[in-house]
């Protein structure tokens, strides 16, 4: 099936949508713990965030680009309205009996450098994924799922280090570091894909099923800001 309904809610995809939001915002938060692995310097949303690209690519597959640009957008006006509320709460003075300023700090009060770097390399990245993903079913003419969706994560996942790392830490890691950093980050997310990737493609096989829905991407807009056209 090519074309989509547009009348049609899927509560599927709704589904999607909701788990979509819930990982960029727990991402966010596990964003402020710092973890190391030997030589490699990682934080916790690497434990959440690469499950994003996973519904990105599953997403992308079965509803086509244009509702994954939908999906995009929605999670991060979620993420931003996230993000204002937890920097309001941060500013509004604690109860004097109350002895954890310190920790909320921390975890809301981000400063506004990493959160800008975050929503920029969140954006471009995501897209990037959405794009090479729809681009190269078309090309296959909907084979090799394993490997649109491996290497769409590597061209997103790449973007989105490109962006972030350099944004949000430059200055505060040495540069000379920065390369590596980049490439772990990159390498460990696209290896958490492709471990789960037998799953993915269950996952995509019964959503098609479910839906009854396939879609090629045909003389499509790839605009990123036709936000309502689905």
């Not at 960029?24 to 964003?31: C, H, P, R, S």
């Not at 002895?99 to 909320?104: A, H, K, L, P, V």
């Not at 729809?134 to 490109?162: C, P, Q, W, Y």
């Not at 997310?189 to 995509?204: C, D, H, N, Q, S």
Request: aromatic share 14%; hydrophobic share 50%; net charge negative.
């Amino acid at each position: 099936m090519e074309q989509q309904d547009n009348r049609k809610v899927s509560v599927l995809f709704m589904l999607f949508g909701t788990l979509f939001c819930v990982c960029l915002i727990t991402a966010n938060v596990l964003e402020t713990k710092q973890l190391s692995f030997g030589p490699v310097n990682l934080t916790a949303g690497v434990v959440v965030f690469p499950v994003s690209y996973i519904i990105n690519d599953v997403v992308c597959e079965v509803w086509g680009y244009q509702r994954t640009r939908m999906l995009i957008w929605m999670g991060f006006a979620m993420n931003f309205i996230f993000v204002i509320f937890g920097a309001i709460a941060d500013w509004i003075p604690g109860a004097d009996y109350w002895n954890g300023e310190e920790g909320f700090h921390t975890i809301f009060g981000l400063a506004p450098r990493i959160t800008l770097a975050s929503f920029l390399a969140f954006i471009l990245g995501s897209f990037i994924n959405a794009y090479v993903m729809s681009r190269m079913k078309l090309k296959s003419e909907g084979h090799n799922f394993s490997a649109r969706a491996v290497l769409s994560t590597v061209a997103g996942e790449s973007v989105d280090s490109i962006i972030f790392f350099p944004l949000a830490l430059g200055g505060v890691i040495p540069w000379e570091e920065m390369p590596s950093l980049m490439i772990s980050q990159v390498t460990l997310k696209t290896l958490y894909e492709i471990v789960v990737l037998p799953f993915t493609m269950r996952v995509v096989a019964f959503a098609k099923k479910y839906d009854h829905e396939d879609v090629y991407d045909k003389d499509i807009n790839y605009n990123i800001f036709k936000i309502l056209k689905i």
